[in-house]
């Protein structure tokens, strides 16, 4: 694609993003990958390694397209990099919480659970759990009091509940 033609996309992409969020959000990622420099290994790729990497035919193309194709193709081995690493996670996280990591029980089609892997529904794994929840629970847990050393005073006797209404108070329920 010359750059005329990606200038010419870019506008009329711009024009619509105004009435469509999502179009907004497409032309904001667009402008920060344009912005971004191409990783440093894919700018060093040599034009036959593109070819082999793309299975379009390359013959033909200038120099400006088959940058654009070394930037494209960096993108995606980085996208497919993250993906990677967000499943990981995924699973890790599906395992501290006992849930299904396809779903977490919420696609009664799952190949998996059948919609009944939600978290909970089996044993957590204990060491994505001890990762991901205990320092959660750990937080959420009131901080025990302070002892200055004061002996604390017990209670002489339980708290007594209220007697029922209109009872004796010997009457049990």
Avoid at 37 to 60: K, L, N, V, Y
Avoid at 70 to 83: D, G, I, K, N, V
Avoid at 93 to 119: I, T, V, Y
Wanted: glycine share 8%; net charge negative; aromatic share 4%.
């Amino acid at each position: 694609m010359t750059g005329d033609a990606l200038a010419q996309l870019r506008a009329q992409f711009a024009g619509q993003a105004a009435d469509n969020p999502a179009m907004a959000m497409l032309m904001q990622w667009f402008d920060q990958r344009q912005t971004a420099a191409a990783a440093p290994a894919m700018a060093d790729r040599p034009d036959e390694d593109i070819a082999e990497s793309c299975p379009a035919r390359h013959d033909g193309l200038d120099h400006a397209t088959r940058a654009d194709v070394r930037t494209l193709l960096a993108h995606s081995e980085a996208q497919e990099a993250e993906l990677t690493t967000l499943r990981e996670r995924n699973d890790l996280l599906a395992a501290a919480l006992g849930a299904c990591h396809l779903c977490f029980g919420d696609d009664a089609w799952c190949p998996h659970c059948g919609g009944r892997g939600r978290p909970g529904s089996r044993r957590p794994a204990p060491g994505p759990f001890k990762r991901y929840l205990r320092p959660l629970l750990d937080r959420l847990r009131p901080a025990a009091p302070v002892d200055d050393g004061a002996a604390s005073v017990a209670p002489l006797r339980s708290p007594v509940s209220p007697m029922p209404m209109g009872g004796s108070g010997n009457a049990t329920r």
